[in-house]
């Protein structure tokens, strides 16, 4: 019988398979997550999570700062594990790896076109090692174009401008990433996450203003071309208008008009979106999905805890997190 695809992934993926199976039930609960917030300080919330897989990482930590590293050496530890260890391709690896590299370049820039030095610590889970950021010109390629791109300027750019030159920088890169990768579901999750990505780009720019000119060179290629379509049209919409146009693309399932009206419920919605894509991976008995959906759920867990334990650390009652993290918990 000929060896397919398919039968090749299951294969290389066997492994990581198996011990995901053993590893998805340790993932953080709702209950946990609601014992955290009902915590009144970060002693008991270490208490409720010393149990967990995650609380060797937070035994020592006693500030926010502690935290973020603690967090940070748990993802390194799962990079480690099912990026690095798994033989995995280089392209998923470099998929998971990627947006660290992005966050880096975004704080980096920002902080030199502000004349300020970059606020907090750099990622070390990128693939590019944290002090080649200080001398941009000498980055790999694009970061390098695109970390250089505004030093001609006589006057410092909008920020928004900034922010989304940085992501379709990024976008690009995760796009052509998933490509090499081979595995559908991340060329799907790509996909997905580029029209995410654009919809917001399409309702916060209509409110703001922006010319169809530049709208167009805000959007993200790679996503629903019918999405793109519309910077051509946005600036002369109203916002109902808008949201019809860009619910009648049918880029984005399970969508209304109403849900765009407001982008912090937009906001949710999506993260659902993301999170129903992610469910229906795990669901594969093998090949890539269950590996790669894995990894994506513990990202999303590291981003829960750091909301809520950094939150409450910086004095946010349990209430104000928990309207931080709708959707999540």
């Not at 999303?300 to 349990?318: I, K, N, P, Y």
């Amino acid at each position: 019988m000929a060896f397919t695809t398919r039968t090749r992934d299951d294969i290389r993926y066997g492994y990581a398979v198996g011990r995901v199976r053993v590893l998805e039930g340790r993932l953080l609960s709702r209950a946990t997550f609601e014992r955290l917030l009902d915590a009144p300080d970060l002693r008991e919330q270490k208490r409720v999570l010393a149990e967990t897989h995650v609380g060797r990482y937070l035994e020592a930590a006693d500030s926010a700062e502690d935290v973020e590293r603690a967090l940070e050496a748990a993802l390194g530890d799962l990079y480690e594990e099912f990026l690095e260890r798994a033989d995995l391709p280089p392209a998923v690896v470099r998929y998971f790896r990627l947006p660290h590299d992005y966050a880096n370049l975004r704080a980096t820039v920002k902080a030199r076109l502000l004349g300020i030095q970059p606020s907090g610590s750099l990622s070390s889970l990128g693939s590019v090692p944290v002090e080649a950021f200080a001398q941009p010109a000498g980055l790999p390629e694009p970061l390098a174009f695109t970390a250089t791109l505004w030093d001609e300027y006589e006057t410092p750019p909008d920020l928004d401008e900034v922010e989304a030159e940085i992501d379709r920088a990024l976008f690009e890169e995760l796009e052509e990433a998933a490509r090499e990768s081979k595995v559908r579901f991340l060329r799907e999750l790509t996909t997905l996450r580029i029209d995410l990505a654009n919809v917001r780009v399409l309702v916060r720019a209509r409110a703001k203003g922006v010319s169809a000119a530049d709208l167009a060179g805000r959007l993200i290629p790679g996503g629903t071309a019918a999405l793109l379509d519309l910077a051509n049209i946005a600036p002369r919409l109203g916002a109902e208008d808008l949201a019809e146009a860009i619910v009648d693309t049918r880029a984005l399932r399970h969508v209304t008009a109403h849900d765009l009206g407001d982008i912090e419920r937009f906001d949710l919605l999506a993260d659902s979106l993301l999170a129903e894509r992610m469910t229906a991976a795990r669901r594969a008995a093998n090949g890539p999905e269950p590996v790669l959906a894995y990894v994506l759920a513990r990202e999303a867990e590291v981003l829960v805890l750091r909301t809520l334990v950094v939150g409450r650390l910086s004095g946010l009652d349990s209430e104000a997190v928990r309207q931080r993290l709708r959707g999540h918990v």
